[in-house]
């Protein structure tokens, strides 16, 4: 009677725990626990947990870094940065919308972080921001909207298919920012995108644990297989802003 008096004690209190939000999430199985949200975990797991940084650190340390003026390139760049961000929070959204894993809500927030921090550098440049209205789902880039349509239909066919849809979009970001980081030499853009790299790579991760776990595979599509292999072969990074715009992986 003592111990079952004990047991129950110790339930309700982890109980009243969880409800006050102190409890952390696992998510995929046996290799790492992730806070919901921009927690801390480890492992090579399927946790969601991507983006160290937040607007304003990511502000303060760009804010240090003499502002340059930029060429056509640097400007389309942001600009393509800024939708290609949207585009995977709002693949992520309508993805858990389907299938009620927390992986693809976990990861659509920290797109918002990264939609924030390429909105640092519009603002930072005075340039003419392509999410005047937040509409998910709508690009100005028709690119874009032509892949958000193509990934969702793709995503909704199967689970393992909308998990191999979050690595090909994470695949493309890390591409497109390793191209963007070559063509610049704002130091203060480098670091936006290091930054953005550093959680894509996170993502991608994430990603790839969820297709193992599903039975699946992915090869990359848009980065080399060597730069592939490295990123999912290697544990999460942790760690607050990049600060160095010249970083290697």
């Given at each position: 009677?003592?111990?079952a ?15 006050a ?6 998510i ?13 975990g ?12 937040s ?17 056509d ?11 290609e ?7 992520y ?9 927390p ?17 640092i550098l ?8 392509p ?8 690009f ?7 892949l958000?349509?193509?990934l ?9 298919a909308?998990t ?35 959680g894509?790579?996170n993502?991608?991760?994430s ?16 980065i ?18 990049i600060?160095?715009p010249?970083l290697?992986?």
């Open positions: 009677m003592k111990k008096l004990i047991i129950l004690i110790i339930s309700s209190a982890v109980l009243a725990t969880a409800l939000g102190g409890a952390s999430e696992t995929g199985s046996g290799n790492g626990t992730y806070q919901n949200g921009n927690g801390a480890s492992g090579n797991g399927g946790g969601a947990n991507a983006t160290s940084f607007q304003d650190n990511i502000a303060n340390t760009i804010g240090s870094i003499e502002k340059k003026p930029l060429d390139s640097e400007k389309e760049g942001i600009l393509l940065m800024r939708e961000e949207k585009l995977a929070r709002d693949v959204s309508a993805l858990y919308a389907k299938w009620n894993i992986v693809f809500s976990n990861i659509a927030r920290a797109e918002q972080t990264h939609m924030d921090a390429v909105g519009i603002d930072r440049y005075g340039l003419d921001d999410i005047k209205n937040d509409v998910p789902g709508t100005v880039n028709p690119e874009l909207q032509k958000y349509n193509s969702v239909e793709e995503g909704s066919e199967s689970l393992l909308a191999k849809v979050g690595a090909e979009v994470e695949d493309l970001d890390i591409a497109d920012l390793l191209r963007l980081m070559s063509e610049t030499d704002n130091d203060d853009i480098k670091v936006v995108y290091q930054n953005l790299e550093k894509s790579r993502h991608l991760r990603f790839m644990f969820q297709v193992d776990r599903n039975g699946g595979s992915y090869s990359a599509k848009y080399s297989s060597d730069y592939f292999n490295r990123i999912v072969g290697s544990d999460r990074e942790t760690g607050t802003v600060t160095d010249n290697k992986f």
